[in-house]
């Protein structure tokens, strides 16, 4: 364990070294991607089967939702606007993306993008919105004032998620149906280059300060490390079935990564590249995204229709029971008496076959 991850300890005082899941909260059907408003202290969750974005109070006793607001048919990414306060809803089956007030949830307007847009990607300083047009291969640019559609750049067939660099004024469009990551200039909409992934990718998140971008190939259970200065594909992470949703702790070098086949999230170290534990969930978690103010992570599960509250997800789980010292082993030669005349057999008998043992308890 690294020391900035170790909390001070007094003298007569005993702290949990583990990572705690502290609530699963019902939100509505479906639920996908999620946004903290720390200026508000709320997690905006989107309900892809409710057709719905659901506000949730981050710090007060109140479990119930803040406010529920109806946009188009399968939202499935959301984006906060901080400067403005407001939500971006892409609607996949309505070809629209929705935009909501994040305080009252009143909506504000409601935009025709391209076919299916499934993912959504945002630049604060550019002030604008991009959304993943799937059907259509394209991504459509938004004004995040003026609230209209400024261009379109040239994509790939699957175009979904959409990571920005900030930094560096760039887009990056996971294309789900060619193995492909699409890099844009942000400002200008002119497309730059063409990245060869691992089929089936469905998320992807940068980190500026490490000069990576991190892309989840959910047909292939592993996440794929590329330089954002150079484009090069530097390594691949292997992680538990069908990832399709992460985000990143730059402060504790960790990447949080949502297995929806397997109900966990694999936690990395971003540093080295290694899998340090994962953390148990929900049904068929979607996405998640950090609380700044708390550290805690929030987990979307699809399967389960709720929003898992996971404190210092940055640390490992309780110790677990010792295992057997058997366990995982050659199977040790035995023999019993069969039950047709009390015939001794061996296990040597089945060396090298399958064979099933059934122990049955009768009373």
Same mark, same amino acid.
């Given at each position: 364990m690294e020391d900035r991850d170790r909390p001070e300890q007094g003298p007569a005082c005993s702290v949990d070294l583990s990572h705690r899941v502290r609530a699963h909260r019902p939100v509505g059907k479906g639920p996908e991607a999620v946004v903290v408003d720390p200026d508000r202290r709320r997690v905006h969750v989107a309900c892809s089967r409710s057709n719905a974005v659901v506000a949730l109070d981050l710090d007060g006793d109140r479990?119930?939702?803040?406010?529920?607001?109806?946009?188009?048919?399968?939202?499935?990414? $959301?984006?906060? =606007?901080?400067?403005?306060? +407001?939500?971006?809803? @892409?609607?996949?089956?309505?070809?629209? &993306? *929705? %935009?909501? /007030?994040?305080a009252t949830g009143d909506r504000l307007a409601q935009l025709p993008v391209g076919a299916y847009p499934a993912g959504l990607g945002h630049h604060p300083g550019l002030r604008r919105v991009y959304s993943g047009d799937t059907?259509?291969?394209?991504?459509?640019?938004?004004?995040?004032?003026?609230?209209?559609?400024?261009?379109?750049?040239?994509?790939?067939?699957?175009?979904?998620? $959409?990571?920005? =660099?900030?930094?560096?004024? +760039?887009?990056?469009? @996971?294309?789900?149906?060619?193995?492909? &990551? *699409? %890099?844009? /200039?942000a400002a200008s909409l002119r497309p730059l280059e063409r990245i060869a992934v691992r089929e089936g990718p469905c998320k992807a998140?940068?980190?500026?300060?490490?000069?990576?971008?991190?892309?989840?190939?959910?047909?292939?259970?592993?996440?794929?490390?590329?330089?954002?200065?150079?484009?090069?594909?530097?390594?691949?992470?292997?992680?538990?079935?069908?990832?399709?949703?992460?985000?990143? =702790?730059?402060?504790?070098? +960790?990447?949080?990564?949502?297995?929806?086949?397997?109900?966990? &999230?694999?936690v990395l170290n971003t540093a080295t590249g290694r899998e340090t534990h994962r953390i148990t969930v929900g049904n068929a978690p979607g996405d998640c995204a950090l609380d700044p103010v708390s550290g805690a992570l929030l987990v979307s599960n699809a399967g389960s229709g709720t929003l898992s509250f996971v404190d210092?997800?940055?640390l490992p789980g309780p110790a677990q029971p010792a295992v057997h010292p058997l366990v995982g082993r050659p199977l040790p030669a035995f023999e019993l008496p069969d039950l047709r005349g009390g015939r001794i057999r061996t296990s040597r008998e089945w060396a090298e076959r399958k064979y099933v043992i059934n122990f049955f308890a009768s009373w």
């Open positions: 479990t119930g939702p803040v406010w529920r607001a109806e946009v188009g048919r399968e939202p499935i990414p $959301i984006v906060l =606007d901080r400067p403005t306060g +407001r939500i971006f809803s @892409a609607d996949a089956r309505s070809d629209t &993306v *929705t %935009v909501l /007030d994040a059907a259509d291969g394209t991504v459509t640019a938004i004004d995040a004032d003026r609230l209209e559609v400024v261009g379109t750049v040239p994509a790939e067939l699957g175009a979904g998620s $959409i990571a920005v =660099d900030t930094e560096r004024d +760039r887009g990056y469009c @996971a294309n789900f149906m060619t193995g492909s &990551v *699409t %890099v844009f /200039d998140v940068v980190h500026p300060a490490a000069g990576h971008l991190y892309v989840a190939s959910s047909l292939h259970g592993t996440v794929t490390r590329i330089s954002l200065g150079t484009g090069a594909v530097l390594d691949e992470m292997a992680v538990e079935r069908a990832p399709v949703g992460m985000c990143v =702790d730059a402060a504790r070098e +960790r990447l949080y990564v949502c297995n929806r086949g397997a109900g966990t &999230v694999s210092r997800p940055w």
